[in-house]
Every structure is written in structure tokens, then in C-alpha cells.
């Protein structure tokens, strides 16, 4: 795992691959946490039956299911240990290009690409691409950007 201490660190690294985490499995308790927290109860996501006659075979993870994970599969691959707060800025660029059908296990490869400054501190944007085991389009492709204050 990389761990940065300093907003040098982070920057240096720029066009770094910084490694891919661990593999995540997606089980339809977490689809059906993902829907009851946020409203989205498409029977694609929770109806196991109707879902099995579908265009998937099965129930499939709400796109921004799989993009909310994108903190937790980072867990594995780096960590800022920078001082001062970490803000999350927001997402650029995001598509799913290939659903992830429940029982799939995914994992993100994270890259930085970019660190700008900013009067405040510095502005970092990750790559991530999410991938599904045994599929050759990936779940999520997107960049994340974080604001790192001193």
C-alpha cells in the first residue's frame, strides 16, 4: 500500500499507477442496502425473480452502487496521511460500461492523474477503473477529485 504524508508526496506522484486493491464481492444484501438508502428500488436491482428473466439473467448493482465504493476498494491500495483535511471535490468523467451482476466480485485499479495547486492546498484527481472478474469491458471507469488543504 502507498502511503503519502506529504502534499509533495502526492504531487510527485503524478502519472503513477498506484496499484489495484483487493477484490470486493457484490451480494444482493448490499444491492438491497445501496436501494433502501437511496430510494432506487429498480426490480433490475432488487426483484431476484423478475430480474432472472431480464436482459442481465439476474439482478445487477446500481451503477452509483458501484461507484460509491470507490473509497472503500482505495482503502487497500493508498492512503493520505497528509496533514490538514481531506474534502471530496467530486467526480469527473464517469461511465459504467458494463453492469456488475450480483455474486461478481470487482476491484479498481487507482492511478493519479493529476495534482494541481490551488491558493488552499492541492487539488488531487484519481483514475479508477473498476473492473469485474472474468470480464473484458470494465464495471466503472471515472475520476474522482479530492481537495487536500495543508
Known amino acids: 500500500m502507498r502511503v503519502f504524508t506529504t502534499l509533495d508526496e ?18 444482493q444484501d448490499r444491492v438491497n442496502k ?13 426483484d431476484v425473480e423478475r430480474a432472472a428473466a431480464g436482459p442481465f439473467g439476474g439482478t445487477i448493482a446500481h451503477g452509483y452502487l458501484t461507484l460509491s465504493l470507490v473509497p472503500l476498494l482505495g482503502t487497500t491500495v493508498f492512503s493520505l496521511e497528509t496533514p490538514g483535511a481531506k474534502l471530496n471535490y467530486g467526480v469527473n468523467k464517469v461511465r459504467f460500461p458494463n453492469p456488475v451482476r450480483v455474486g461478481s466480485r470487482i476491484r479498481s485499479t487507482i492511478s493519479v ?27 466503472c471507469v471515472a475520476e474522482s477529485v479530492v481537495l487536500l488543504l495543508p
Do not use: R
Request: proline fraction near 3%; aromatic fraction near 6%; charged fraction near 20%.
Open 113 to 139: 492523474a493529476d495534482v494541481t495547486d490551488l491558493p488552499t492546498g492541492k487539488q488531487l484527481t484519481l483514475q479508477h477503473v473498476i473492473e469485474i472478474e472474468g470480464e473484458a469491458k470494465p464495471a
Open 34 to 46: 445501496f436501494a433502501e438508502a437511496t430510494g432506487d428500488h429498480q426490480w433490475i436491482h432488487v
Open 10 to 27: 502526492v504531487a510527485a506522484a503524478t502519472g503513477e499507477e498506484l496499484g489495484t486493491s483487493e477484490w470486493l464481492t457484490i451480494d
